[in-house]
């Protein structure tokens, strides 16, 4: 029996966004905090659309873990598969810079960060069994012990028919070098149904500077997926299946406050679209239209749109 639309692996972290936004964080004095971490992110998104959804992950045992575990609990998400470290790990902090609405940065700590201690013998097959799919992100295999848990978590999907979507979510701080980057990647993405990332963290995957969507769909199809979503900021994203259709997801028009967030937002809402049986096409547009709703907002897991807010939109720019 499945019990969840939806269970994430990763991170769940705190975002310090800039209150005073449109000037340089040496002159940022004032910080809102939400939860943060791509995998919470996109849980948070797809529980706020009405998916049920779980989470696996590490937090501290401390005032910022409990934070993080109490929001997700009160956005309907089940927490009780994120772990409480006891080794005094901190949580991740990543103090975004809106210097403008096209430039913005992100100031990370994350030096052994809770996240990464996930442990194997913290993911539980039962748990895992109980979804319809395992969202992964790219980031929670970039040290062990977090990146064999992950390795298990992909392994028990694979196992129980439980459909594993790969959400890329490159983030440099965290790994050594770029061959090792290749090299996880490529053994989850070759193991996933669905990819998601920007053509930026394909060329990651890929270990190449310029890669493009053919040779990247390619190479993919040979292997498990069967579906393909290559992102390329406003202008746009791509669909591609392995039946050899391809699919164009243009972005809408937003009044755009700061650039972060439109990642976790759109495969929130894409993944929410799939879920319910609507075309892949209609998957594009509800994640593009979730994506310009965050951008116009100030946080990236608050910001998370409803339905209807999505489906305003939609009709609004139909044209
Ligand atoms: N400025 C924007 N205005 C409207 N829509 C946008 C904008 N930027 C991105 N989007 C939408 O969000 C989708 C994903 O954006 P992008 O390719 O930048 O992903 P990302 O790099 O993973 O995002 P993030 O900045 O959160 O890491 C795009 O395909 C587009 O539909
Ligand atoms: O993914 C992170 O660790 C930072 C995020 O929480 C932040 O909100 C963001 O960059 C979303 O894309």
Known sequence: MTTYDLIAVGRACIDLNAVEYNRPMEETETFSKYVGGSPANIAIGASKLGLSCGFIGKIPDDQHGRFISNYMSEVGIDTSQMAIDKNGHKSGLAFTEILSPSECSILMYRDDVADLYLEPSEVDEEYIKQAKMLVVSGTGLAQSPSREAVLKSVALARKNNVKVVFELDYRPYTWKN???????????????????????????????????????????????????????????????????????????????????????????????????????????????????????????????????????LMEEQSN
Do not use: C
């Open 178 to 312: 770029a061959e090792e980057v290749s090299v996880y990647y490529s053994i989850v993405a070759e193991q996933s149904d669905v990819v998601i990332g920007t053509r930026d963290e394909f060329n990651m995957l890929e270990n190449v500077t310029e890669g493009n969507n053919d040779k990247t769909v390619a190479y993919l199809f040979q292997h498990e997926p069967e579906l393909i979503v290559i992102k390329h900021g406003v202008e746009g994203s791509y669909a591609y299946t392995k039946e050899g259709e391809t699919f164009r997801g243009k972005a809408y028009k937003s009044n755009v406050l700061k650039t972060f967030g439109a990642g976790d937002s759109y495969a929130a809402a894409f993944l929410y679209a799939l879920s319910k049986g609507k075309t892949i096409q209609e998957a594009l547009q509800y994640g593009s239209a979730s994506a310009a709703i965050v951008v116009s907002k100030h946080s990236s897991s608050e910001a998370m749109p409803t339905v209807e807010q999505i489906e305003a």
